[in-house]
């Protein structure tokens, strides 16, 4: 693979699009972030691909894993992300940049909070998801069905059957509610506090509050 270094990238690529435009968009979305949310990016390792083949063997290869599902597109491995981008002609797709941002805020999480234990999957999806503007007004109208036909499953369902228990709609809404309530450095304090130790009585009262902000902005007709 191709190789080159930015000042907070180590960027290994096999695309076809310029790649000085590529980093220059990554870079513009980094302090796009870092402005709004006060997330710094700083010495993280990003692997690019055009090819699904060439990705999907890539991860097969370098983590032995025998059965990597074909709808994958962006993982992130403790201090590595591996990203497939889709173009339109020469342009990258905003998705695919997303899906980039989305990995580099994973592999940011890790080093700064997982220096104990890993941060549970609804933190670690929410930031990652609301963070690169993944939360779509589609992911909103999930929300309102689960309130209206279904149910809210509390933190521990959450983080155990993500994908099952809605997830990727609901973890983003954690976030959502956070920011607004209490501001985005209590995103950072309960990151922190998540790597320390499990406080289930606090985890109660955020999932009580969260569901209560969820029916006060969801729970409406659509």
């Known amino acids: 693979m191709n190789f080159i270094q930015t000042k907070n990238l180590d960027l290994y690529y096999n695309i076809n699009q310029n790649i000085n435009s590529v ?22 390792t990003l692997y690019l691909f055009n090819d699904k083949n060439e990705f999907i063997s890539h991860l097969k290869n370098k983590f032995s894993i025998s059965n990597m599902p074909d709808w994958i597109k962006g993982l992130n491995v403790k201090t590595e992300s591996f990203v497939l981008i ?16 989305h990995e580099l805020i994973h592999q940011n999480l890790f080093k700064t909070f997982c220096t104990n234990k890993m941060l549970p999957k609804w933190l670690d999806e929410g930031i990652a998801l609301y963070f690169s503007e993944q939360f779509s007004n589609n992911e909103k109208i999930k929300i ?30 954690i976030i959502e509610f956070i920011i607004e309530t209490y501001g985005v450095d209590e995103i950072y304090k309960l990151s922190e506090d998540m790597n320390k130790s499990d406080n289930n009585s606090s985890l109660e009262i955020l999932y009580k509050n969260w569901y209560n902000y969820l029916k006060n902005n969801y729970l409406m007709e659509k």
């Open 86 to 101: 889709e173009d339109i002609g020469e342009k990258i797709t905003d998705d695919s940049y997303n899906r980039i941002i």
């Open 144 to 173: 309102y069905k689960h309130l209206k036909y279904g149910e809210i499953p509390n933190l521990q369902t959450l983080n155990e059957n993500f994908v099952l228990s809605g997830g990727y709609h609901l973890a983003p809404s």
């Open 23 to 44: 980093i220059s968009i990554i870079t513009n979305r980094m302090n796009k972030i870092n402005d709004i949310y006060k997330m710094k990016f700083t010495n993280l």
